[in-house]
């Protein structure tokens, strides 16, 4: 794509109706010495300026852990498990606090939404925080999303508020996610090695060049460019167009809802997935693998089948009927999630057999398929 090619799509995008805008640790706080109030201030006029044109904005906030080790008087991000929640319990007040004052003065209501990794990976818990997101809009607040850092469990968690931003886009069908760092963009080095660095004014998203010059994060973030990208091409799958920008720059979204050159544009081809397999693509843990011969992966590749016991070869782990699996190819490398219509015990039994076959190996039939097509989508 060529730089006139670039900024037409990002006047597209800039115009567009429905934004997420990531705000990290980073930005939202004084390097972690409690919230940058006067930042999150700047951001809520910039938001409200910006919805005033008919936009609907959902705001993910890092820095609920950060603030309330400032309140305990933590000089550094804590490591037990037990201490990060405390911490973020005590940040989290703060942080809800200082984003509704900041956008109640400007006659904007925030929205505290506060998730975890199974309410996102539970069918019925997306539907409804779905649905709850889409009313707040509706009803012109603006949601305010975090990690549920209090509950989460580091078998649950979802890791770092990147990767929840790209999920929340995809769960409310976001035309833009906007990610706020402390970089000018995805930058050709990393800046604070090597002075010479260019930002990368956009790429596809699929470009594998790209994770060779991602950075790590800094001590009170847990995401670097590395999770942004994850970010981006999760949101890719509801089309989704990712712009990784300074937070720091004044009036930086008014900038990029005009279209301007600025930060890194992460844009890609794909067509918008129906809901459900946006959920299945966008949900981070399963609970097994289901290994299929070549003949079945080009079936469900090229054609769009169903996955029929036939084209299974092997099954590890434990999984119940209903719960989330990969397929992988004989390579080990997974190409496909789905819902599996029976546990990873029956499946092992009916492997390499013919549907018709599977009530005589079983003593009942569920299903024909393993899988069936609707409940599977391809990575």
Known sequence: MN???ALRLRKSFGSSRRWVVKIGSALATNDGLGLND????AWAEQIVALGGNARDIVVVTSGSVADGAARLGWRERPHALNQLQA???LGQTGLARAWDRAFEKRGKRAAQVLLTHEDLSDRTRYLNARSTLWTLLELGAVPVVNENDTVATAEISLGDNDTLAGLVSNLIDADLLVILTDQEGLMSADPRKDTNALRIAHAHVDDHQLSAIAGEGGAWGRGGMLTKL???KLASRSATATIIASGKDANVLGALAAGEDVGTLLY??????ASRKQWLAGTIRVCGAIEVDAGARRALTERGTSLLPVGVTNVEGQFARG???SLIGAEGQEFAR????YSSEECAKIAGATSSEIESILGYEQEPEVIHRDNLVLL
């Open 268 to 273: 890609s081809d794909e067509e918008k997935l």
């Open 230 to 232: 994850s970010a981006a």
């Open 87 to 89: 911490a973020a319990a």
């Open 338 to 341: 789905g819902l599996a219509s």
């Open 38 to 41: 006067g930042a999150i201030d």
């Open 3 to 5: 730089h006139t090619q």
């Open 323 to 325: 719960e989330l699996v």
